[in-house]
């Protein structure tokens, strides 16, 4: 009795040679709808699905895969006597190959103008079940969803007469996965369409970008995945220009940078460290905010990441290269800047397109044996009930200097204090366990410069010890959350100081 192949593919690249290949072994090739048309077109010997279950496809094609003629062949253990028995019985012959992939619901609902009767005729009923009892039965079938194993599979066919137990159980495995991740596609569209909030369960999806040299630390073993319905503006669909692979350590700060710089309307330049950002200006170009940024920390900078959020020049790239950094982000390059920046072999030019940053995902915090999911912190002074509690109210110019220091100590691990003037963040103190301990490094960091800056944390104040740090550095201005019981407290070491203070009522903890 010849092998048998059953061949369904939605995506026909490489199937007719596939499939030609196969037949050339020896196989005998059952097929469906477009595909064994396309088959047949091509000379290759085929023989319907229809002509084997005797029954024609139904309701638009929703059925045809679906008999037991099909599924008998797919899921009989052909070493057991009474499965091969019961399938003489019924006239059914097994099937020692199946290679299907399903309707594109991926791509479908990637489309903004699909409508939901569209997306639902692309959920693909009959080959999942197909995939799914052929890879069961692995022990007997060899499975293919992928057309990146056609080559494989073919090789050991040619070479050994059968494709290995290994082979097939890798095949198997990647079948499950594949349907796997199409399940969760479709669940996390129907989810959404229904406007459920927090489902009972969450099921995620993502595919591997690259392998990582490495993680956070050399002995950590690391791979980057990417959501493939993800934001279009992010890390993981940023196009590289130039430079080595993004490390681990790259892609996590890269990510923080872009955050950070896509909250400006106006040109900005953001420099990161470690998560944090180290410096951030704003200008009137790319050219200005960078020296803004620069001039924040032209320490810390140093072998830091800088995205910017208009096109890098020829002017912005002679300076950039003057220091070390791992990375330049932007939403593009001239060519003359292009030519200087590249001219440093290791440094990372990406692009992303800033004309998607309005796009917001769930942040996904991974904990021991679960997963924390929350809305992105999108809050501006427009969302707050902001006041000025204090007697003092503030010029135009601190008001400006407040609203630049609040935009960036949203970013800032927690606890945060910076200290800014209207154009550039002057220090900032990060990840402190006391907020006076926070307040004193973005204070020594900004030195004379505090004289008639503005501070801004993350969250309120527990004592007045921060304000009276605060005002011996020369701060003018002050904004904060609110909110501790202890609120009088340091209005009253404000009013004490001159020192303006707004209350916004939103926290900003960045964990």
Same mark, same amino acid.
């Given at each position: ?35 064994? /048309?396309?088959?047949?077109? =091509? ?6 699905? %229809?002509?084997?279950?005797? +029954? ?10 679906? $008999? ?14 009474? $499965? ?44 999942? !079940? ?45 079948? +499950?996965?594949? !349907?796997?991740?199409?399940?969760? $596609? ?24 690259? %392998? ?9 073993? &690391? ?18 220009? *130039? ?15 872009? =955050? ?28 200005? &905010? ?8 032209? !320490? ?6 800088? &995205? ?15 220091? +070390? ?20 072999? /290791?440094?990372?030019?990406? !692009? ?95 030195? %004379? ?11 309120? +104040? ?45 926290? *900003?903890?960045?964990?």
């Amino acid at each position: 009795m010849a092998k048998r192949a059953l061949i369904s593919v939605s995506d026909k690249a490489g199937v007719v040679e596939f499939a030609s290949a196969l037949q050339r072994l020896g196989y005998e090739i059952l097929s469906t709808g477009g595909t064994k /048309n396309l088959l047949k077109e =091509q000379g290759v010997p085929v023989i319907g699905v %229809d002509e084997v279950t005797g +029954f024609p496809e139904i309701l638009e094609g929703r059925v045809k895969t679906l $008999h037991p003629s099909i599924h008998g062949g797919l899921l009989a253990k052909q070493d057991n006597k009474a $499965h091969m028995s019961q399938l003489d019985e019924q006239g059914i012959q097994p099937f020692d190959l199946v290679c299907v992939n399903l309707y594109p619901f991926q791509q479908t609902i990637s489309n903004p103008a699909v409508t939901f009767e569209e997306a639902i005729e692309n959920i693909d009923i009959g080959g999942p !079940t197909m995939l799914r009892a052929a890879a069961k039965n692995h022990a007997h079938i060899t499975v293919v969803v992928d057309a990146l194993d056609y080559d494989t599979v073919l090789s050991q066919l040619e070479t050994d007469g059968s494709v290995s137990m290994e082979t097939r159980k890798k095949l198997a495995a990647k079948v +499950f996965r594949h !349907t796997a991740a199409y399940d969760a $596609h479709i669940a996390r569209y129907l989810t959404e369409q229904s406007g459920e909030e927090n489902p009972e369960r969450f099921t995620l999806t993502y595919e591997r970008q690259q %392998d990582l040299r490495y993680g956070e630390n050399p002995h950590q073993q &690391a791979a980057f995945y990417r959501n493939p319905l993800g934001s279009e503006f992010s890390v993981a669909h940023a196009r590289q220009h *130039h430079g080595k692979e993004l490390s681990y350590n790259n892609i996590k700060d890269a990510d923080a940078a872009m =955050q950070i710089v896509k909250d400006f309307d106006e040109p900005a330049a953001v420099a990161v460290k470690h998560m944090n950002p180290c410096g951030v200006g704003r200008g009137s170009t790319s050219y200005e &905010a960078f020296l803004k940024a620069y001039e924040s920390d032209s !320490t810390s900078i140093f072998g830091g990441i800088v &995205a910017f959020n208009r096109a890098v020049d020829e002017k912005t790239a002679g300076k950039l290269v003057e220091i +070390f950094l791992e990375i330049v982000i932007a939403p593009a390059f001239t060519d003359e800047a292009m030519k200087i920046l590249s001219a440093k072999k /290791n440094l990372r030019l990406l !692009t992303v397109p800033f004309d998607r940053k309005g796009t917001h995902e769930h942040l996904l915090t991974s904990v021991e044996g679960g997963l924390l999911v929350q809305d992105q912190d999108q809050f501006t002074l427009e969302n707050g009930d902001v006041r000025v509690a204090t007697d003092r109210q503030p010029t135009e110019e601190e008001w400006e200097a407040m609203k630049m220091a609040w935009k960036v100590v949203k970013h800032v691990k927690s606890n945060a204090i910076v200290v800014a003037d209207s154009q550039m963040t002057l220090g900032i103190g990060a990840g402190q366990m006391n907020r006076v301990g926070a307040a004193k490094i973005a204070l020594e960091q900004a030195g %004379d410069r505090s004289q008639g800056a503005s501070l801004a944390s993350d969250a309120f +104040f527990p004592m007045d010890d921060t304000v009276e740090a605060a005002a011996k550095a020369g701060i003018t201005s002050i904004i904060q959350t609110g909110g501790s019981i202890r609120d009088e407290d340091s209005i009253k070491k404000a009013n004490e100081y001159g020192i303006t203070m707004v209350l916004t009522g939103i926290r *900003h903890f960045k964990h």
